[in-house]
């Protein structure tokens, strides 16, 4: 008994049932392999180069754009904040090696340890 199962060759793909994402796989799977056998020898290159453009040209309308126009206006928040953190952090710093009683305080000393247990 012959316990391998043969599978017909695919000979062709019916391209209108691929969906958007499964459509630019395949291009890309075809560009793969044909790039791997060598275009030249395989007198495809013109055809290769042709089908290169066309998918690149179908990458970009499927690619989403990722930005918002909220993305530059949250850079410069985090941006300012971050300042913000870094100017606390100093002072703070600074006016725990103060000699001034009013800086070496129980209340604010409390208050240094957990700003900077908290930035750091």
């Given amino acids: ?7 017909p060759m695919i000979n062709s793909i019916e391209l ?4 958007n994402g499964e459509y630019s796989q395949f291009l890309q799977d ?9 275009p030249a020898d395989l007198q495809v290159q013109p055809q290769l180069t ?10 970009s309308l499927f690619k989403i754009p990722l930005g918002s126009a909220l993305t530059q206006e949250l850079k410069n928040f985090d941006l300012l904040r971050d300042n ?3 100017g606390i952090l100093a002072i703070t710093r ?3 090696y103060s000699q ?21």
């Fill in 94 to 96: 600074g006016n725990m």
């Fill in 30 to 38: 075809v560009i793969e392999i044909v790039n791997k056998n060598n």
């Fill in 1 to 7: 008994m012959n316990y391998i199962k043969k599978h």
């Fill in 84 to 86: 913000a953190l870094k």
């Fill in 100 to 120: 001034e009683s009013a800086c070496l305080s129980g209340h604010f000393f409390t208050c240094t340890k957990f700003v900077l247990k908290q930035l750091n």
């Fill in 16 to 19: 209108y049932k691929l969906r």
């Fill in 50 to 59: 042709a089908l290169i453009a066309i998918a690149q040209e179908i990458e």
